[in-house]
């Protein structure tokens, strides 16, 4: 794929779709009634991590695709009068402009997904609010630490190639049946010409292991490649058939980003961003770290006095 001229006019990337509106079955019972995306890792909302990513990358607005029982997250990004002033009357700065900043982050806009109908059928309901421009969408599900972070690197490589591109990582070949998986050639370095995305294929039969992971940036056109769209047999109008419309019909961008990633919404990927996140962080990294080492002793010498 050849890069394009720099002169040439493109429009900027400034919305990202954030879609919001699964049940998060994995992590019952406690999505029963809080959203996944305001689990904490450590004490900031998943969702917040991913909306400071956005921020940090030059994203000017972003648009939430909920659902039922998800107003927390708008409520999040938005003034809150009483708590503020409370803060104030008790002389807590440092929290006050914890909590102001938050709702000075972005512009937020939110949009019902009314039936959980899949990620395609969400991506899609942002169409009327994205309109004719390049666009982010972002899944909180997925925390990737890294420096530059994806959303950054996959807008460079957007800037440099002007087509649609998806984050991409090489998994286990026992771990390639929980994702959907690319077919393609690699081109050079990280890059990878997309040519189909097989959703969730089994072990020994998958076309490779690269798996495509919640950040991707894609043109205006996926709308209508989605819109064509029958919903599978689940019910569900899945995202990657529309990438892999767009992949047959113009171009798609593989791009095997740096960094490392947790899934939050599993159980196991939870745990590790909070440890990992924590084991970050100044004022905790050094006591976690010795909590860690005193567990660790304690499974490995059971009976030391
Ligand atoms: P997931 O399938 O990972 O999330 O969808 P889920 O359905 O909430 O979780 P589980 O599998 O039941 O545990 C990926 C992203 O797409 C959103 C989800 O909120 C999540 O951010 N999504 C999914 C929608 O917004 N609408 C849908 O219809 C489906």
Same mark, same amino acid.
């Given at each position: 794929?050849?890069?394009?001229?720099?002169?040439?006019?493109?429009?900027?990337?400034?919305?990202?779709?954030?879609?919001?509106?699964?049940?998060?079955?994995?992590?019952?019972?406690?999505?029963?009634?809080?959203?996944?995306?305001?689990?904490?890792?450590?004490?900031?909302?998943?969702?917040?991590?991913?909306?400071?990513?956005?921020?940090?990358?030059?994203?000017?607005?972003?648009?939430?695709?909920?659902?039922?029982?998800?107003?927390?997250?708008?409520?999040?990004?938005?003034?809150?009068?009483?708590?503020?002033?409370?803060?104030?009357?008790?002389?807590?700065?440092?929290?006050?402009?914890?909590?102001?900043?938050?709702?000075?982050?972005?512009?937020?806009?939110?949009?019902?997904?009314?039936?959980?109908?899949?990620?395609?059928?969400?991506?899609?309901?942002?169409?009327?609010?994205?309109?004719?421009?390049?666009?982010?969408?972002?899944?909180?599900?997925?925390?990737?630490?890294?420096?530059?972070?994806?959303?950054?690197?996959?807008?460079?490589? &957007?800037?440099?190639?002007?087509?649609?591109?998806?984050?991409?990582?090489?998994?286990?070949?026992?771990?390639?049946?929980?994702?959907?998986?690319?077919?393609?050639?690699?081109?050079?370095?990280?890059?990878?010409?997309?040519?189909?995305?097989?959703?969730?294929?089994?072990?020994?039969?998958?076309?490779?292991?690269?798996?495509?992971?919640?950040? &991707?940036?894609?043109?205006?056109?996926?709308?209508?490649?989605?819109?064509?769209?029958?919903?599978?047999?689940?019910?569900?109008?899945?995202?990657?058939?529309?990438?892999?419309?767009?992949?047959?019909?113009?171009?798609?961008?593989? &791009?095997?980003?740096?960094?490392?990633?947790?899934?939050?919404?599993?159980?196991?990927?939870?745990?590790?961003?909070?440890?990992? &996140?924590?084991?970050?962080?100044?004022?905790?990294?050094?006591?976690?770290?010795?909590?860690?080492?005193?567990?660790?002793?304690?499974?490995?010498?059971?009976?030391?006095?």
């Amino acid at each position: 794929m050849k890069a394009r001229d720099p002169k040439a006019n493109h429009k900027p990337v400034r919305k990202a779709v954030i879609p919001v509106a699964g049940f998060g079955t994995r992590l019952l019972p406690v999505t029963k009634s809080v959203p996944k995306e305001l689990l904490p890792v450590v004490d900031v909302p998943a969702i917040q991590v991913v909306v400071e990513e956005c921020v940090n990358a030059g994203i000017e607005e972003v648009i939430f695709i909920t659902g039922r029982g998800k107003g927390g997250i708008e409520d999040h990004f938005d003034f809150n009068f009483e708590l503020e002033k409370i803060l104030e009357q008790r002389g807590k700065t440092e929290e006050l402009k914890r909590v102001r900043a938050i709702s000075e982050l972005i512009r937020t806009i939110a949009v019902r997904q009314k039936k959980p109908l899949g990620l395609g059928h969400a991506v899609l309901c942002a169409r009327d609010v994205v309109e004719d421009e390049p666009f982010m969408v972002v899944l909180p599900d997925d925390l990737i630490s890294s420096q530059p972070s994806v959303t950054t690197q996959l807008i460079e490589v &957007y800037e440099k190639y002007g087509q649609g591109v998806v984050s991409l990582m090489p998994v286990p070949e026992e771990e390639v049946s929980s994702y959907g998986i690319v077919t393609g050639e690699n081109w050079a370095p990280s890059l990878h010409r997309v040519r189909t995305i097989v959703e969730k294929p089994e072990a020994g039969i998958a076309p490779s292991n690269l798996a495509v992971i919640g950040r &991707y940036l894609l043109p205006p056109e996926i709308f209508d490649y989605l819109e064509g769209l029958e919903p599978d047999e689940s019910g569900e109008v899945q995202l990657t058939d529309g990438l892999s419309l767009l992949a047959k019909e113009r171009a798609l961008v593989g &791009y095997e980003f740096t960094g490392r990633r947790h899934d939050i919404g599993d159980k196991l990927g939870f745990l590790t961003a909070n440890i990992s &996140y924590a084991l970050n962080r100044d004022d905790l990294g050094p006591k976690v770290l010795k909590y860690m080492r005193r567990k660790i002793k304690e499974v490995d010498e059971p009976d030391e006095p």
